[in-house]
């Protein structure tokens, strides 16, 4: 009951003052963390990438535990307050939102839309940049907000932190580069089974929010992403706008061949963004 409280307090601290700008971010500390690692043990194999995991895992895993009992003394108000305020700071609804929303109203949609995505941005059409807003507030809809959220919920504190930080390795050494192709296997890997659950939790949530009668439309498509779960929330939030998203794109100079999700009109619009934003409860 009170990891429910500290969830619900928490997305509401976030819905109302998202991120504590005067502070330095946590989630900037945990890649200090990474960093500490990796300067000293990085060798391109999977044991010496194991052994990040292990010790990100352990370290801010034993960092949650051990704010959570020094909590536990503080009378329940207090103790439900501060966690909640501790948590918000994991949640990113209101960036995510504010983030999209951003590139409606910008004059050089391009240059804020490569601030959100790694594909090629110079060459979009608008009616691309929009996809690619779209396509990327679903997936950090499930990586931002519903799986931090949900690990809050399962675990209190220490899941939400352990949560981020897996996150964290994934974004920073979970690529399939020369350099992470064996460092980063274990983070990308573990990152993948954290996400799996909230993912389809994310996508049933934007097909029940539209109003969908099967549920579960979006498997079909979601199980062609190249991840095993990013492609099931675009797959929702195209279908719960009628639209059509993913297909070939350009990264890096070259264009790699991409699945389709969905089956709506491939012409996307300022609106179709601002309905994908409106979704879900703010």
Do not use: C, W
Request: proline share 3%; hydrophobic share 45%; aromatic share 12%.
């Amino acid at each position: 009951m009170t990891n429910i409280l500290i969830t619900i307090i928490a997305y509401f601290i976030d819905k109302f003052f998202g991120e504590f700008k005067r502070f330095r971010h946590p989630v900037m500390y945990m890649g200090d963390m990474i960093n500490f690692y990796e300067e000293r043990y990085y060798k391109d194999s999977v044991i010496n990438g194991f052994g990040l995991v292990v010790f990100i895992v352990v370290s801010i895993g034993g960092v949650g535990l051990v704010i959570e009992e020094f909590l536990s003394y503080f009378i329940p108000i207090l103790t439900v307050s501060i966690s909640a305020i501790i948590a918000s700071m994991f949640i990113a609804r209101k960036m995510l939102h504010d983030s999209v929303y951003a590139i409606i109203e910008a004059d050089n949609k391009k240059a804020l839309v490569a601030q959100l995505v790694s594909r090629d941005t110079k060459d979009l059409s608008e009616s691309d940049v929009y996809k690619a807003a779209i396509e990327t507030y679903a997936e950090n809809l499930s990586d931002g907000v519903i799986a931090p959220m949900f690990y809050l919920l399962l675990f209190g504190l220490p899941g939400i932190l352990v949560y981020k930080a897996i996150n964290t390795m994934d974004s920073m050494v979970g690529y399939k580069t020369q350099k992470y192709k064996l460092f980063g296997k274990a983070a990308a890997l573990l990152d993948d089974v954290v996400n799996y659950v909230p993912a389809r939790i994310t996508a049933m949530l934007i097909m029940l929010f539209a109003t969908k009668q099967d549920l579960f439309a979006f498997y079909e498509d979601g199980k062609k992403h190249e991840s095993p779960n990013a492609g099931h929330p675009i797959t929702a939030m195209a279908l719960a706008l009628d639209i059509k998203l993913g297909g070939d794109t350009s990264y890096f100079g070259k264009v790699k061949k991409k699945a389709y999700f969905g089956n709506g009109r491939e012409e996307i619009t300022a609106d179709d963004v601002r309905k994908a934003l409106n979704l879900l409860p703010k």
